[in-house]
Every structure is written in structure tokens, then in C-alpha cells.
T-cell receptor, first 111, second 114 residues
Framework: GENVEQHPSTLSVQEGDSAVIKCTYSDSASNYFPWYKQELGKRPQLIIDIRSNVGEKKDQRIAVTLNKTAKHFSLHITETQPEDSAVYFCAVRRGYSTLTFGKGTMLLVSP | KAGVTQTPRYLIKTRGQQVTLSCSPISGHRSVSWYQQTPGQGLQFLFEYFSETQRNKGNFPGRFSGRQFSNSRSEMNVSTLELGDSALYLC?????????????FGPGTRLTVL
């Protein structure tokens, strides 16, 4: 089955810095790559996703890049703010199979 | 539209008991997926139901089962509870008709097994 590795497991940055989280996957046929943010005690919420026919997608301070050849994709957050502090999960899906999640990255943004 | 809802939000059970959790998807969504979330293992997939049929299944023992009703509401059941079943159980709904559907999560049911 699909294997998703997510790094780093924890990331501490100063407010205003950029943060980058990277995920690698094993199934070259995977075609859907969402990122979820989960604040403490709350449900995971989709923040951005990308399909396999696109190399990059941006939404304000958040961007995702996909390298299908290397089988990795990354989440980029610019101008981080304390409210960005949360656990971020990447996920991978092939067709109508299940979403396979990475183990998560705890991002801490210090004022 | 109302979001995904789950009931109950909290449960305390003892070993050996069984439990049933409920999930109501977003109106119009036909797919419901269930996940177990624990600090050590992250989000692990249990099963997915689409139009009352199990479409995908994760690697959990047969003590974990589910079903989906004609109104797309779904239930999962865990029999003969073990201490290790303590976790946050999340369901997520999507339309189920596109392979790049967004999955929307419910707030979860926190199960504690004593």
C-alpha cells in the first residue's frame, strides 16, 4: 500500500519567518495531495490541495509544490503568524482509494 | 450547508464492552470515511462507505465494523473493547463521485476505554 513520510515532525519558527513541510510518497500513480491543519482539540481542516496535473498552487500565504518525478510535495507558509501554530498533515490518494496521511508536523510560531 | 456532525462527542467504556458511534455527513455527500487518531499512530484509515457499500477497508481487526444508511448517515461499531482502542474517532464526508474530492471532517468522538 501507499507509504507517506512527513518531515519534520516538529518545527519552531519566529513570527514572520517562512515554514516548509515536506512529504514523500511511494505510489507513482497517486493523483491527489491535500494538506490539513488541525488545531488543538479541533477537527482537521483542509487548507490547500493539489492535483497531479499541477506543479504548484498558491492561496495567499500558503503554497504547495509537487514534484511527481521525485514523488514529493511540500507545504510552504510565508510570513507565519502565531495563529498558524497547529499540527499539519499531508495526505495522498490514488483514484478512489483511501487517503493515506503522514504522521503530522507540529508547527509552533513564536511571537 | 451544515457541516459533518458526530455523536456522541465523548464516551467512556470499560474493556469488553461494545460501542456505536454515529456520523452525519454534509447534505448531498454520499461517501463517509472513518479514521482513528492517536498520538503515536496519527490518522489511520478504518473504512469508507459509498452509497451504502463498503468501498475501502483499512487494516483493522474484525472487531471494527461499520455501515451506512440510505440517507448516507454512517455508524461504526467496536466490539469487545480493548484499552488500545482509546482514541479520537473521526469521520469525514465527501461527494464520493470524483477521485479528487475534498474530505470534510467531523469534530470526532473521543473514546476512552478503562
Amino acid at each position: 500500500g501507499e507509504n507517506v513520510e512527513q518531515h519534520p515532525s516538529t518545527l519552531s519558527v519566529q513570527e514572520g519567518d517562512s515554514a516548509v513541510i515536506k512529504c514523500t510518497y511511494s505510489d507513482s500513480a497517486s493523483n491527489y495531495f491535500p494538506w490539513y491543519k488541525q488545531e488543538l482539540g479541533k477537527r482537521p481542516q483542509l487548507i490547500i490541495d493539489i492535483r497531479s496535473n499541477v506543479g504548484e498552487k498558491k492561496d495567499q500565504r500558503i503554497a504547495v509544490t509537487l514534484n511527481k518525478t521525485a514523488k514529493h510535495f511540500s507545504l510552504h507558509i510565508t510570513e507565519t503568524q502565531p495563529e498558524d501554530s497547529a499540527v499539519y498533515f499531508c495526505a495522498v490518494r490514488r483514484g478512489y482509494s483511501t487517503l493515506t496521511f503522514g504522521k503530522g508536523t507540529m508547527l509552533l510560531v513564536s511571537p | 450547508k451544515a457541516g459533518v456532525t458526530q455523536t456522541p462527542r465523548y464516551l467512556i467504556k470499560t474493556r469488553g464492552q461494545q460501542v456505536t458511534l454515529s456520523c452525519s455527513p454534509i447534505s448531498g455527500h454520499r461517501s463517509v470515511s472513518w479514521y482513528q487518531q492517536t498520538p503515536g499512530q496519527g490518522l489511520q484509515f478504518l473504512f469508507e462507505y459509498f452509497s451504502e457499500t463498503q468501498r475501502n477497508k483499512g487494516n483493522f481487526p474484525g472487531r471494527f465494523s461499520g455501515r451506512q444508511f440510505s440517507n448516507s448517515r454512517s455508524e461504526m461499531n467496536v466490539s469487545t473493547l480493548e484499552l488500545g482502542d482509546s482514541a479520537l474517532y473521526l469521520c469525514a464526508s465527501s461527494s464520493g463521485t470524483f477521485d479528487t474530492d475534498t474530505q470534510y471532517f467531523g469534530p470526532g468522538t473521543r473514546l476512552t476505554v478503562l
